[in-house]
């Protein structure tokens, strides 16, 4: 039994969650939407091109669940992601799960999106196993923190190494499925790297490297 770990947005969901649940918030009336998703997409610009410090864009889109329970956002995550979610995840994605379940593979889903929205999608594709950003909570409701390593660029090795150890299980023969260029770090610790819908920096050190490119719709 090997691993395959995938990536979550823009490899499993064509979308990313964190900026879909941003205009949630929006439209739930937790910000005013036009400045906050302006200043969101700036982030996300920052991150496609590899320059994000994923601690200012946390500490900016977790502000406004600050004093929030966990519950109360988990009450409205689900059918968010039932409705917003649900009819984005690649077919391809599920499908490439199965295939590796059919073998016997553990499959494990690692996002630089918080655990908050990656636990129930993965939840929604049938996957238990979940490595994301932790989000702090200090008595009983969301400080707007994180804390322990952020699974981003670097963090993604540190986190996944702590979770074989913990697990007991091993990179042999693992493959691992991504779009990004963050996510390079990762891609060069397995056996099988496989890029979806690569952004250019990726989709050239793939075809430099050999590694299987694919086409998600």
């Not at 091993?170 to 790297?193: C, H, I, K, M, W």
């Amino acid at each position: 039994m090997a691993l395959a770990i995938f990536d979550l947005d823009e490899t499993l969901i064509h979308g990313d969650c964190a900026t879909l649940w941003s205009a949630q918030m929006g439209r739930l009336g937790w910000v005013d939407p036009e400045p906050f998703m302006q200043r969101n997409n700036e982030l996300m610009d920052a991150y496609a091109r590899g320059e994000l410090a994923m601690e200012e864009f946390m500490a900016f889109t977790l502000e406004p669940m600050a004093g929030r329970t966990p519950e109360e956002v988990e009450y409205l995550v689900e059918p968010w992601v039932e409705d917003v979610i649900e009819p984005i995840i690649f077919s391809e994605g599920t499908r490439t799960i199965a295939e590796h379940r059919a073998k016997g593979d553990r499959i494990l889903i690692i996002s630089a999106s918080g655990t908050h929205l990656v636990k129930p999608i993965a939840a929604r594709i049938g996957v238990q196993d979940v490595l994301g950003i932790e989000l702090q909570v200090t008595h009983g409701v969301y400080s707007g923190q994180t804390e322990g390593v952020l699974t981003y660029r670097e963090g993604k090795v540190t986190r996944l190494k702590q979770w074989l150890h913990d697990e007991g299980e091993t990179l042999e023969g693992a493959s691992f499925y991504s779009d990004s260029r963050n996510d390079l770090p990762l891609l060069l610790q397995v056996a099988y790297p496989h890029v979806i819908n690569p952004d250019p920096t990726l989709l050239a050190h793939a075809e430099q490297a050999g590694w299987p490119i694919h086409r998600w719709s």
